[in-house]
């Protein structure tokens, strides 16, 4: 064998086993000057934001709701399907019962709940949800008076003028002090310097106290584990939304524009028209040796035809071989249009938003129904955020209420929960059915049907016992089978 056709043979196995150990990398590894390289740092989340980078954020995050609506349309949406619960005491006992509830639904109006006494209860964990999906969390204060105070994220910061009495390097991140373990010890809450915010300047922050841990509840979005501070799920569709959001304003603009020029005149000659201008639009027809003349003084003298095209409907007299068309304006285009609807549904995913909830006919009755299914599962997780926030906030709550004598029940008989607000049946006389078959083939319950729904079966038994005491009182028959009068086809018969 000759020494070129070895070596030959040598890197072509060379180049085998290059191309067979490059199957067992990953991809997104290497760098193949087709897009950018990883650059291998590896940091905290914390630390991917430096505080003057964190702050940036939240004002660009608060910024596009105000003027773009459907950015505030998709933070509302998110909010009304995951913030929304309704208490309800299950302790077995009535007695029980009726004290706890009547207790939670006075603490809950906004003068008993909220320190400022501006909001209810409700509201607070819809605003409590608003500021950590827009700004990555918020803290909420439990008072000794059994009261909460709200703490919007860009208060929870190491202060710019650091802390009174406090020499050396500032141990906090974010405005958190942790322990070796990442645990959260306390936070520092700053405040705002009112005069900077009437002058509409940049509000300066001053150190205000610093709050230990067990007395604070950081209500934020968490990714990874050994994150002190929350990121906002809006963040990633900023960019997009702002681009969407401007380029609907440049495409308006456009159409304002051809709407302005409205009518094109041609002619097969090289002679100038003039200008579109003036009330009238005239043409005389003469005799050919008249016209001769005219045309050679239209040139000197100004436009050969007026037009004024806020007028109304005119009648156009043109010489032979001119032409005149109307422009339609095709701003925006179509592919412009559907562009702007890829913007929007990739905007939509920050929030898993199904882009069915932003146009109603973009799907058919299955697809709805999956869309919706799918954003059910994704919103599971963050509504039991919330229910998990009200839980502790209310067994807090009751606890200091029973150790202050406000209510006479004992801590071992506390049982309750939050019932999330469930969704209307997109098609009640199928899903009905079907959760009579579920429930006739012993699959389902009445509570887990009715719980999807948001309602207590116990309180449609009660209501079911009241109906039923009326109807008896009154000699009316109770019995309807309504179920075969919704059938097509049974009430007939």
């Known amino acids: 064998m000759t020494s070129r056709v070895l070596n030959a043979m040598k890197a072509a196995w060379r180049e085998l086993s290059g191309n067979r150990r490059a199957q067992f990398k990953y991809d997104a590894t290497t760098s193949k000057n087709k897009r950018k390289a990883p650059d291998g740092i590896l940091r905290s989340e914390d630390a991917e934001l430096t505080n003057i980078e964190r702050r940036k954020l939240l004002s660009a995050a608060r910024d596009i709701p105000r003027n773009f609506s459907l950015a505030a349309w998709m933070i509302r949406k998110h909010l009304d399907y995951v913030s929304t619960f309704t208490f309800r005491s299950c302790s077995g006992s009535d007695r029980v019962d009726n004290i706890v509830e009547a207790f939670i639904r006075n603490w809950s109006k906004a003068k008993n709940c909220d320190v400022a006494g501006r909001h209810p209860l409700r509201r607070l964990i819809r605003l409590a949800e608003c500021r950590r999906t827009v700004d990555g969390d918020i803290g909420i204060i439990k008072l000794n008076d059994g ?17 009174p009495g406090f020499t050396g390097p500032m141990p906090l991140l974010h405005g958190v002090q942790t322990d070796d373990a990442n645990k959260a010890i306390a936070y520092c809450v700053c405040k705002r310097l009112k005069q900077y915010d009437q002058i509409g300047g940049s509000s300066a922050m001053i150190f205000e106290r610093m709050v230990p841990a067990e007395n604070m509840i950081l209500h934020g979005y968490f990714d990874r584990v050994d994150q002190t501070r929350g990121i906002s799920p809006f963040a990633p569709a900023l960019n997009t939304l702002r681009d969407t959001y401007e380029g609907f304003d440049l495409a308006l603009a456009k159409a304002k524009v051809q709407q302005m020029f409205a009518l094109s005149i041609f002619r097969e000659s090289s002679d100038s028209l003039g200008t579109l201008s003036d009330l009238n639009a005239e043409s005389e027809v003469e005799d050919d040796e008249e016209e001769e003349d005219e045309e050679a003084t239209t040139e000197d003298e100004g436009p050969r035809y007026k037009i004024d095209l806020g007028a109304g409907p005119q009648i156009l007299d043109l010489d032979p071989n001119d032409r005149a068309e109307f422009l339609e304006s095709s701003s925006p285009s179509d592919q412009f249009q559907n562009f702007s609807q890829i913007m929007i549904s990739v905007s939509m995913k920050a929030l898993d938003l199904p882009f069915s909830f932003y146009a109603e006919n973009y799907a058919n009755y299955s697809g709805a129904r999956q869309a919706l299914l799918q954003y059910e599962m994704s919103a599971q997780d963050k ?41 209307p049946w997109i098609d009640p006389l199928n899903e009905v059915q079907a959760g009579i078959a579920a429930l006739g083939a012993g699959l389902t319950s009445r509570t887990r049907i009715l719980r999807e729904q948001g309602i207590d079966w116990r309180d449609v038994v009660r209501e079911q016992a009241q109906e039923k005491k009326v109807f008896e009182a009154a000699g009316l028959p109770l019995s309807a089978n309504p179920l075969n009068a919704l059938i097509p086809g049974v009430a007939a018969k």
Do not use: Y
């Open 147 to 163: 009261r909460l105070q709200a703490i919007e994220g860009d208060r929870i910061r190491t202060p710019d003028g650091g802390i």
């Open 383 to 423: 509504r039991s955020d919330n229910n998990d926030l009200l839980d502790e906030l209310t067994f807090w709550r009751l606890m200091i209420a029973i150790e202050d004598g406000e209510i006479d029940v004992k801590p071992e008989d506390i049982r309750f929960e939050w019932i999330p607000t469930g969704l």
